[in-house]
């Protein structure tokens, strides 16, 4: 059963324009949430995260807003440019009670496509 | 790029031959992670370690193994490849935080 879920596998948008990619989650205990960003033939690289605690993160051009009660968030794109062509990823993660790092859950990933 | 080099980058072989492939950090991490990335399934875990000697399994571990005998090594083993661990196989280390930083990739195709 997924527990992350991008359910748009691409996304094309107009150049200077608003670019929103959203994900859903099932896992409630999921409190950490991430957007990667990869290009073809390279690793993915991380782009912006946020903590279940809050419902806003900006860091310049990217915002991320989460919405827990319907376990939704999406990640804004402002203005989109054509370097931003690439497959974002949206990840979670859990805090273990033991502390550690057992990895993050992805999504299937959207392929952003900015058209000039 | 963060001192990650994952190798082969690339490598071709047939089925029911053993492959091995290398991550090496210069980070001292202690969390190293495998991932294989496949059309329509994005990035899941295969195995992690979160210190030398110490690993586990992830979402999709089964015909993968692992060893961990170095701080900075991370070794995945396929010991009889077949044609569905075609795959991307990416490498990611952690210091502890959630962020993960990724290696650049080793594609592996099994004839």
């Known amino acids: 059963d997924q527990q992350v879920k991008q359910n748009s596998p691409s996304l094309s948008v107009q150049e200077g324009r608003i670019s929103i990619l959203n994900c859903d989650y099932t896992?409630?205990?999921?409190?950490?949430f991430l957007w990667y960003k990869k290009y073809p033939a390279e690793g993915p690289t991380f782009l912006i995260s946020i903590s279940s605690i809050k419902d806003k993160n900006e860091d310049g051009r990217f915002t991320v807003f989460l919405n827990k009660s319907a376990k939704h968030l999406s990640l804004h794109i402002v203005p989109s440019q054509p370097g931003d062509s690439a497959v974002y990823f949206c990840?979670?993660?859990?805090?273990?009670?033991?502390?550690?790092?057992?990895?993050?859950?992805f999504g299937k990933g959207t392929h952003l496509i900015i058209q000039p | 790029d963060a001192g990650i080099t994952q190798s082969p980058r690339h490598k071709v072989t047939e089925t029911g031959t053993p492959v091995t492939l290398r991550c090496h950090q210069t980070?001292?991490?202690?969390?190293m992670y495998w991932y294989r990335q496949d059309p329509g399934h994005g990035l899941r875990l295969i195995h992690y370690?979160?210190?030398?000697?110490?690993?586990d399994k992830g979402e999709v571990s089964d015909g993968y193994s692992v060893s961990r005998s170095k701080t900075e090594d991370f070794l995945l083993t396929l010991e009889s490849a077949t044609s569905s661990q075609t795959s991307v196989y990416f490498c990611?280390?952690?210091?502890?935080?959630?962020?993960?930083?990724f290696g650049a990739g080793s594609r592996l195709t099994v004839l």
């Open positions: 980070e001292n991490h202690r969390y």
């Open positions: 990611a280390i952690s210091g502890g935080q959630t962020v993960l930083t």
């Open positions: 896992n409630s205990m999921f409190d950490y």
């Open positions: 370690s979160y210190g030398v000697k110490d690993t």
């Open positions: 990840a979670a993660s859990r805090t273990r009670s033991g502390g550690g790092a057992d990895g993050l859950t």
